[in-house]
């Protein structure tokens, strides 16, 4: 209660409100997603999930991860929004995801409910991997290093971690440190005593029992307690005024970077919210393929230049000729992909909703 969140606070044109600068802006995307004319339902469309971001106060993060993904678009930047943020008509109209919703079947409250107020929506975009890092240095350049900070990831102690920080500790050999923890993903004390005893002799370093048993002891012990902290892959809070007033903050291991201390999880308890800067390898390649095909062509494509609904594209997919390709290339979607047969985009997209791990195991 004694800790006051207070999002940072983006400019916005002399005598406008927050709500009134991002329906400007909304507006504009819209005529320019729209060459002939708004549609009536996207324009009602509109009109809802404005007055929701103003009731909600989210007029702030909006505007911050259209400013993000604005610069990335000026660098000649590949970046494209996804997840939840793709039911949403303001994210489409800021240029934020690439979903046409006369297209779609949306579902806004994935999204951003009033039900749910203290949950803030998660808006996911992704840029080229490659360079990721010129937006990431954009963001500290703008906000600065006291206002902005990437959130950890608490690494916690598995089976093979715990083997071997313990054994380290107790001063057992390396060699049987090594062949020990190799061969465990998981913990059973009775299976390891038997199997410690078994590697003893190959690796020319015998234990005592006593040894053997505070090895197994402590480990097991120390399994699920915190390790160290890493960086989440881009998971930044930005605030108005100094970040170290609400959360401890340090330099991360690369250069100029800052993380906060805290995971993704004491963040959304502390109410505090989280744009996600995210890297994907498969944009750079599309990056590439592009420059390629329109240095071969002689003219500019860009990702949504692209024709939809190709027959041959669909006919590869049909056939499980998946490999690299995103989403679609794992051994269970390559399974899927020939009994459902996909022939339009919205297929695809039941079709990764369904090859999760919890609708399968539902």
């Not at 340090?250 to 959304?268: F, G, H, T, V, Y």
């Not at 047969?341 to 090859?355: H, N, Q």
Request: aromatic share 8%.
């Amino acid at each position: 209660d004694e800790t006051q969140y207070n999002y940072l606070l983006e400019p916005v044109p002399a005598g406008l409100t927050p709500a009134q600068g991002l329906r400007r802006l909304t507006i504009a995307g819209a005529k320019t997603r729209y060459p002939k004319g708004v549609p009536v339902r996207v324009r009602r469309m509109l009109v809802k999930e404005l007055r929701l971001i103003a009731e909600c106060r989210y007029e702030m993060f909006f505007l911050t991860v259209h400013d993000i993904v604005r610069f990335a678009r000026s660098q000649h930047i590949l970046c494209q929004g996804r997840g939840s943020a793709a039911n949403s008509v303001v994210c489409y109209c800021l240029g934020i995801t690439a979903v046409n919703p006369m297209h779609s079947h949306l579902l806004l409250e994935r999204f951003i409910s009033r039900e749910r107020r203290n949950e803030p929506p998660d808006i996911d975009v992704d840029f080229e991997h490659e360079r990721r890092e010129e937006v990431i240095q954009y963001i500290y350049q703008k906000y600065g290093r006291d206002r902005a900070a990437i959130a950890a990831v608490v690494t916690t102690y598995q089976a093979r971690s715990a083997i071997r920080d313990v054994g380290k500790a107790l001063g057992v050999s390396d060699v049987l440190v090594d062949a020990f923890a190799k061969e465990h993903y998981w913990f059973d004390r009775t299976l390891m005593a038997q199997r410690l005893a078994e590697l003893e002799q190959p690796a020319h370093a015998p234990l005592t029992e006593r040894q053997a048993a505070q090895w197994l002891e402590l480990s097991d012990a120390l399994m699920s307690f915190p390790r160290h902290l890493s960086q989440h892959v881009g998971g930044f809070v930005l605030t108005q005024t100094q970040l170290t007033r609400l959360v401890p903050v340090e330099n991360a291991a690369m250069a100029d970077r800052s993380i906060i201390q805290w995971d993704k999880d004491d963040l959304e308890d502390m109410g505090l919210m989280k744009v996600d800067v995210l890297a994907l390898g498969m944009l750079t390649a599309i990056r590439r393929c592009l420059d390629f095909r329109n240095a071969l062509r002689g003219n500019t494509w860009e990702l949504a230049d692209i024709p939809i609904e190709d027959a041959a594209t669909y006919d590869m997919i049909c056939k499980a000729d998946t490999v690299g390709v995103f989403q679609i290339e794992s051994r269970a979607q390559q399974s899927m992909l020939p009994r459902l047969k996909p022939r339009v985009f919205y297929d695809l997209v039941v079709e990764v909703a369904i090859v999760r791990p919890g609708p399968i195991q539902g």
